[in-house]
């Protein structure tokens, strides 16, 4: 892969610094990388981040405060992806350029650990690219998922718990369809599956281990909780964050519960191989 183009890295002595790419290929995916510190130390891994917005909305500067947190309070350097938005670009352009940004920052993570993430839409997006890593052979400590919608048809009964929640499932069922389209199989420019959501995979066995985390009345809860047990069902270390005071885009907030638990989820995180499938994250 050839050189990212880079702008000036922002950030003062004190400050940890940022810095704006534009990461290259046949699609070329603009990012934000977030340094854990100032003073030039070595991250402890790299974990790549997908924004949430319903697959439409949202970007890499309006989550900049909450992913320049999560590297500075996790250790770790994060790539957040400003991917491509439907319904101008559908299903599969995003997870593709998640994908780019996982495979350049492999380049540059050689010898330390790789994980990818991201909050609601972005959750779906980060769990689908995961799989595609799986299928390429490409190692990732983890999948790092805040409240990822995964039922296109928003069926489950935490839907209408509590039927004005945020994101209620009609809404959510339209972003669905300007995302995915049709819902037809989709497949890389190298044969790889890209699939939509988790659900369409025959098996997760084999993908990356999960951290998951959602709020107690959070509409997505029982997506996430569906998730977490096949994971496990199909061998896969998961660790369940379930978090009574935490709404949907909690993330984003000063305060975020969630963004804590999160960050301190990934300083533990190790290489795949030290992991036992059979038993949970710690």
């Known amino acids: 892969m050839s050189r990212a183009a880079a702008t000036t890295p922002h950030g003062g002595p004190s400050t940890p610094p940022w810095s704006r790419l534009v990461l290259p290929g046949p699609d070329p995916v603009a990012v934000r990388v977030h340094e854990p510190a100032a003073g030039g ?3 402890a891994g790299r974990l ?3 924004h949430g917005g319903s697959w439409q909305r949202g970007s890499a500067a309006e989550w900049h405060h909450a992913t320049a947190a999560l590297a500075a309070r996790s250790g770790w350097q994060v790539i957040s992806v400003d991917y491509r938005l439907a319904p ?3 299903h599969p352009a995003a997870v593709r350029d998640v994908l780019t940004a996982l495979t350049w920052a492999a380049e540059q993570a050689v010898g ?3 994980a990818v993430g991201g909050d609601s839409a972005g959750g779906t997006l980060a769990a689908c690219a995961a799989l595609a890593a799986r299928d390429r052979g490409l190692p990732l400590a983890a999948q790092v998922l805040a409240y990822p919608p995964l039922d ?3 069926a489950s009964p935490s ?3 509590r039927p004005h929640a945020f994101p209620q499932a009609a809404l959510l069922r339209d972003a669905w369809r300007l995302w995915r389209g049709d819902g037809e199989p989709a497949r890389d420019r190298d044969g790889t599956r890209l699939y939509s959501t988790p659900w369409e995979a025959p098996s ?7 951290v998951l985390a959602v709020g107690g009345h959070d509409p997505v809860r029982d997506d996430v909780d569906a998730y977490a047990a096949r994971l496990r069902g199909d061998g896969v270390p998961v660790r369940l964050l379930h978090l009574a005071g935490a709404g949907h885009g909690d993330l984003l907030r000063p305060d975020s519960s969630v963004l804590g638990h999160l960050a301190r989820a990934v300083t533990r995180l190790t290489t ?4 036992q499938p059979a038993k949970d994250l710690p």
């Open 204 to 210: 997760l066995a084999g993908v990356a281990p999960a």
């Open 48 to 50: 790549v981040w997908a």
């Open 159 to 161: 839907y209408h718990r």
């Open 41 to 43: 130390e070595r991250p």
């Open 272 to 275: 795949p191989h030290q992991l």
């Open 88 to 90: 101008r670009h559908r």
């Open 112 to 114: 330390a650990p790789l």
């Open 152 to 154: 296109p048809s928003c």
